[in-house]
């Protein structure tokens, strides 16, 4: 359920992209970002490096679409979003705080989140939503060498990209325990 709450920015947006402004679809993206911030706060969670990041990549491009000189394109603020998610994700990897680790403490018990394991597994999960933000910035270049396809391809390669990793991120802390043991 937590998942769905993470993703539920970026759901927003992707749907929005289709029926209103790219403006408006990204400072909605930003607002429904900043609700989840406070509602973290409110419940005494932490302030999540994925979360904060997407807030500002949402509010500083819809603030590029209203007062920079030229407006990008619903494409190019695909790019866009897609490549700051894949920098925050990697500079989580480099800084060693892979940023699933964040969710993956306050959903686990604190003798599991202290031992070596857990971090190791966080990497992991971490770096596959990495290669998944990889392949949505390459799909999305992709596209642009095929603008007739119809508007819903681009929803359907995202679903494509974003549920396996979804799949995974569940799926391999049960997988890490079974194999070493409670390590995750």
């Keep these: 359920m937590r998942i769905f ?20 679809s990204l400072f909605a993206a930003a607002a429904i970002c900043l609700l989840i911030i406070a509602f973290d706060v409110l419940r005494g969670r932490s302030i999540k490096l994925m979360g904060a990041g997407s807030a500002l990549i949402f509010a500083g491009l819809g603030c590029y679409q209203i007062f920079g000189a030229l407006p990008l394109s619903q494409m190019a603020v695909k790019i866009a979003v897609d490549t700051g998610l894949f920098a925050i994700g990697l500079f989580s990897l480099v800084i060693r ?11 686990t018990d604190p003798e599991i989140a202290r031992l070596p394991g857990f971090v190791t597994a966080n990497t992991i999960i971490t770096s596959v ?14 596209l642009l060498n095929w603008p007739n396809l119809p508007l819903w391809s681009g929803l359907v390669i995202a679903f494509a990209i974003r549920n396996p990793a979804i799949y995974f991120s ?9 194999k070493f043991g409670a390590v995750t």
């Design 5 to 24: 709450l993470i993703l539920a920015p970026y759901a927003a947006f992707a749907l929005l992209m289709a029926v209103t402004s790219t403006a408006s």
């Design 170 to 178: 569940k799926w391999y802390p049960s997988y890490h325990r079974r």
């Design 97 to 107: 705080r892979p940023f699933t680790l964040q969710y993956a403490r306050e959903m």
């Design 129 to 142: 939503w990495v290669f998944a933000f990889v392949l949505m910035v390459s799909a999305n270049l992709l």
